[in-house]
Each structure stands twice: as structure tokens, then as C-alpha cells.
């Protein structure tokens, strides 16, 4: 898990992390209501391939980014499914299974592609935006967009130190199994608990140890946000070029056989 | 005989989703599966349970400074325990628990809301577990319906005379179970389309019994472990988050 959950690309250096945080959500937020409202694949799966070949332009390895598509795939070929043998239509599929007759429908069927392009569609935007975006310039930059401060605090404070307790829980796990702690199902069940349970007590006293460190340099209940810097004139380019281009490109997708 | 067929494509559909269950991500909706105008209204009622959280958050922690401290670690916790496999023995595979109801009782079901948006955001962010476009209906289920589900049975269960360890099994299983519940409707409400929103909607809770009853039952266990762990260990900590709430 601690190679999937990295943000070690975001931290490399080059053109899309160089970008104003701002910038990128406003650009994701506009792909992002273009692919769900798009009433054909097309517009999906341009979007799919387009943040798919930034990924690997920006060097992530193609088995993270194969890895970490793995689940919404999944959930494409049951939304597909779902829909082709549950929306009533012209059958292309009949067959009798135990005594009941079982058809997919074309009409299911290119209802299900259509959702399961808007789910990679989506899922790509939001991948290629963590990967070159580290999540805390992420929550900075939703300050920009009204999002509550007591929120981003906390945000911040959940990101910073899941690392921390991601490798106090890995190690705690390597010694339960070392010790055959999870050897049968009984066992198993025992030491999930425990592990849980020393996760919650590592994690408040690590609260504690935080807090009174944080009093030491001066907190005083909330953390002092400074004031956000202007969007550099480049961004706001960037931004006012990428949104019209996403609208033309829908535009034409959306029409597509002309 | 229509009906016939729909009640034999539920039941394909369920051995399907049986066999192709890799690592379950049941209770998260995955990005770009809701329509716009369904993403926006599951959000529009997920905010006011947001900032109900965040405004106990601002009364609380003036009493008490060191309990953002507090709510952030349990959040990163409670982010961490919701990653981890559980075996699924039924399903042959490995599933994840949701930790709301465990983190309900711990902190309150207000601030488990604030804890569950913002672990919903890192793993839609960073795992592909759950989507932005779907936060929403995310926050609702797994937030709101799985917190107050997990806090209310748990302080039912005591009033009842049940012990801690026998409360927080049930506070575990029956918010594990109304999550996939309600995830299971928001889903259907959503992919319906021109046919019957009970058919879809049974047909998603049929499908995903053979992991998410096993899977309640093993958070319940799990639930039950880690608070027996915690009081035996160190009750002060549930001393003082108690407090805290009753304060």
C-alpha cells in the first residue's frame, strides 16, 4: 500500500507540478463535469487517454498507474454488466439459466459503456491531479475555494501523519505474522483487533506528543494560515486557454459523427 | 415472466459479482458513476452534517486546545484501519471495514463526519477508492449513516446493560451493514435509469451480500477488539475523550 500511496511524483519536479495548484483543480473541475455530463464514450475516453499519457510523461512507472486503475476497472465491467442484463431493450443476449430466461439488452449494454467511460474518464482526471499535486498544496489551495479552515487544519494534520502510523502499523503487522498471528482464521481475527487497537493508542499518543509540541512553538488552538499568493499570469493562462479547449472538445466529441 | 427474468438476472448477476470480486471497494461509489444533478444533491446534504461537525470542532477545542490534535490522529487512524484487507472467507476474497462506527464512539458521530470526508477525499485522491464527483453520497453513507448508526447502537446497547465489549461488536456490524446499505441506494437511485429503482436496488444488495455479511460481522469482531484493546491498555484515553464529549 505504502507504494501506491505515495506522492513521491507529485514532489518531482516538472511542467504540470510547476502549475499553481489552483490552476490544476480549476482545469480537473472543468474535465471533470465535461466527462459526467458527456452523453457519448467519446469525450471519456479522450480525457482517459489524455491524463493517462501525461501520467507516464511525468515518469510514473506503467504498473502504479496500471494498479491503480485496477479497482474502478473492475467496477466498469460490473456497471457494464449490471446494465446490460437489468435495462429492458432490443435483447442481443438470450439464454435460460436454472429455468430462468436471462437477456442483455443493446440498450443496457451501451447504457453501461457509456458509465463505465465516464468511471475511467473521471478516475484518470483525479489520478493525474494527485500525481503531480501533493496533497497538502491541494487542501492550501481549497482555502482559495471557501473550504472551512477547521477542515484544512485537521486535513492537514490526518495527512501528515498517516505516514508516520502507516509504518508503526506495517511493522506491528510483519511482527503479529512473524508470530503466526495470523496463521488461521481465529488468529487472524484476534490480531486485527489488536492491530487496530494499537494503531488507535499509538495514534493518541502521538495526538498528545503533537499537541504539546505544537503549544511549545506558540499554537493556540488554531493553526495561522497566511494569505494565499496571486495567481501568477502564466497560471491564469493556462487556465483560460485549458477550460475553452476542454469546451470545444466536448462540443465537438458531443456531436461526433459530424 | 418479466418478473421471472429480473429475480434470474439478480441472481446471475450476484454469482458474477461473486466471482469477480477482487479487492471489494463496496463501500466507497466510485468516481464518474453518478449523474451531475444526484452528485450535487447527496453533496448539498452531506454539507450541513459537515459543518455540524466542524462546528462542535470550534466549540469543543476551545475548551479543550489539544483536541484537534486529538480528531486529526484519530482521522489518520481511522484512514489507515479503513485500508486494511480483511479475509472474506464466503467471498474468497479480502474486503475493508469502514471504521466510522469504531471512530463514532471514540470521538462522536459529528467529528467522525469531519474524519470520514476528509479520509474519503485522501483515498479518492490517492487510491481511487471512492471519487470527488461522488463525495457526496460517499460522506452521507459512510460519514453520516455509519457514524450515527455505530454511536446510537453502541450508547442503546449500554443503556440496555450490554457490556463495552458486546456494544461495540454491534456498534461495528450494524454501521458496517447500513453503510453497504445505503450505498447500495444511493447507487441504485443512480443507475436505475427507466427501470425499477427496487429491482436495481435489490439486485446491488443481493450482489454484494456473499462479501458485506461476513464483512460486518469481521468489522464488528474487529470493532470489538480494538476498543477492548484501548480500555484495557489505556482507558484513560477513553476517559478523556469522553469527557470531552460529555463536556
Known amino acids: ?258 | 415472466m418479466k418478473k421471472r427474468s429480473g429475480i434470474g438476472a439478480i441472481v446471475l448477476l450476484a454469482s458474477m459479482l461473486g466471482l469477480t470480486s477482487d479487492t471489494a471497494h463496496a463501500m466507497h461509489i466510485a468516481e464518474g458513476i453518478l449523474p451531475p444533478q444526484w452528485a450535487a444533491l447527496w453533496f448539498a446534504l452531506a454539507i450541513p452534517f459537515v459543518a455540524w461537525g466542524l462546528r462542535e470542532l470550534r466549540v469543543r477545542s476551545k475548551e479543550e486546545p489539544q483536541l484537534k490534535a486529538m480528531v486529526g490522529l484519530v482521522g489518520a487512524a481511522v484512514f489507515l484501519i479503513s485500508c486494511m484487507p480483511i479475509p472474506v472467507p464466503t467471498a474468497g476474497t479480502c474486503s475493508h471495514p469502514c471504521a466510522t462506527g469504531m471512530a463514532a464512539i471514540l470521538i462522536g458521530p459529528a467529528l467522525t463526519v469531519v474524519v470520514a470526508s476528509i479520509a474519503l477525499v485522501l483515498q479518492a485522491l490517492f487510491l481511487a477508492h471512492g471519487g470527488l464527483t461522488t463525495l457526496g453520497a460517499d460522506i452521507l453513507s459512510m460519514g453520516v449513516m455509519g457514524a450515527f448508526t455505530g454511536y446510537g447502537i453502541f450508547v442503546l446497547a449500554r443503556r440496555l446493560g450490554a457490556s463495552w465489549v458486546v456494544a461495540a461488536f454491534m456498534a461495528g456490524l450494524l454501521s458496517d451493514w447500513v453503510v453497504y446499505a445505503g450505498t447500495s441506494f444511493f447507487l441504485a437511485t443512480a443507475l436505475h435509469g427507466d427501470g425499477s429503482l427496487e429491482t436495481m436496488f435489490l439486485s446491488i444488495l443481493i450482489a454484494f451480500v456473499p462479501t458485506q455479511v461476513p464483512l460486518g460481522i469481521l468489522e464488528g469482531v474487529m470493532c470489538a477488539g480494538a476498543y477492548r484493546f484501548v480500555q484495557t491498555r489505556r482507558p484513560e484515553f477513553l476517559m478523556m475523550l469522553t469527557k470531552e464529549r460529555e463536556a
Not at chain 1, 436454472?98 to 463505465?116: D, K, M, P, Y
Not at chain 1, 503487522?173 to 493508542?201: D, I, P
Open chain 1, 1 to 258: 500500500m505504502f507504494d501506491v500511496f505515495s506522492d513521491i511524483f507529485a514532489c518531482r519536479d516538472n511542467a504540470l507540478t510547476r502549475m499553481d495548484p489552483r490552476a490544476k483543480l480549476i482545469v480537473a473541475f472543468g474535465m471533470l463535469v465535461a466527462v459526467l455530463t458527456s452523453g457519448k464514450v467519446f469525450m471519456p475516453l479522450v480525457v482517459f487517454l489524455g491524463c493517462v499519457s501525461a501520467m507516464f510523461a511525468v515518469g510514473m512507472p506503467p504498473r502504479l498507474v496500471a494498479i491503480r486503475l485496477a479497482g474502478p476497472a473492475g467496477i466498469v465491467a460490473v456497471l457494464v454488466l449490471l446494465q446490460a442484463f437489468l435495462v429492458n431493450g432490443t435483447p442481443v443476449l438470450n439464454f435460460s439459466l436454472f429455468g430462468w430466461q436471462i437477456s442483455a439488452s443493446h440498450e443496457g449494454l451501451a447504457r453501461g459503456t457509456l458509465l463505465g467511460a465516464r468511471v475511467v474518464g473521471c478516475v484518470s482526471v483525479v489520478l493525474l491531479l494527485s500525481s503531480v499535486t501533493p496533497a497538502y498544496k491541494i487542501f492550501h489551495a481549497l482555502r482559495w475555494f471557501r473550504v472551512p479552515e477547521g477542515w484544512i487544519e485537521i486535513a492537514l494534520l490526518v495527512y501528515r501523519y498517516t505516514f508516520t502510523l502507516l509504518d508503526q502499523t506495517a511493522d506491528v503487522a510483519a511482527a503479529q505474522t512473524v508470530r503466526l498471528g495470523y496463521s488461521t482464521m481465529k488468529r487472524s481475527l484476534s490480531s486485527m483487533g489488536v492491530l487496530a487497537g494499537t494503531v488507535l493508542t499509538r495514534s493518541l499518543d502521538q495526538a498528545v506528543r503533537t499537541h504539546e509540541a505544537m503549544t511549545l512553538r506558540g499554537y493556540h488552538g488554531s493553526i495561522p494560515f497566511g494569505p494565499l499568493p496571486e495567481m501568477s499570469a502564466s497560471d491564469r493562462l493556462k487556465v483560460g486557454v485549458a477550460i475553452p479547449a476542454v469546451g470545444l472538445l466536448y462540443v465537438c466529441l458531443e456531436r461526433w459523427p459530424w
